[in-house]
């Protein structure tokens, strides 16, 4: 018999288990770059992060579809700590499901920043 999952709380989010984190989904996510400049953070910090602490240039709205659309392709980890929501990168999924995928998308993203930094 299979244990049940734990029931959502009001202030619970979903996220896919690790087996359900599909290329495609994370792909999707990461291929927008709103998302990808917060993947960025999240990668270059070494913890969660709160969702106010990205000060990204659109609407308080846009940014809650762009967090969610991580959460849901299970590229970020999202709980409350008191009123913050708080992310965190799953990394050790993502690089369980598809080693070095992360690192040479973050890597890519990286010199491409520098690249259109320099002109």
């Known amino acids: 018999m ?3 999952a734990p ?9 896919p288990k690790r087996a359900e984190i599909r290329l495609e989904a994370v792909l999707h996510a990461l291929s927008d770059p ?6 960025r ?4 910090g070494s913890g969660e992060l709160s969702c106010s602490h990205f000060d990204l240039p659109v609407t308080k709205s846009t940014t809650t579809h762009h967090f ?4 849901e392709s299970g590229v970020i980890r999202q709980v409350y700590r008191g009123t913050a929501k708080m992310n965190g ?3 050790d999924d993502l690089d ?3 080693p070095g995928l992360l690192d040479t998308l973050l890597a890519a993203a990286a010199r491409q ?4 930094r320099d002109g």
């Open 2 to 4: 299979t244990p049940a």
């Open 7 to 15: 029931a959502l709380g009001s202030r619970d989010l979903p996220h």
């Open 34 to 39: 709103m998302r990808l400049r917060i993947v």
């Open 41 to 44: 953070e999240l990668a270059a």
């Open 68 to 71: 969610r659309v991580l959460r």
């Open 89 to 91: 990168l799953r990394r």
């Open 96 to 98: 369980d499901l598809f």
């Open 113 to 116: 920043a520098v690249r259109l």
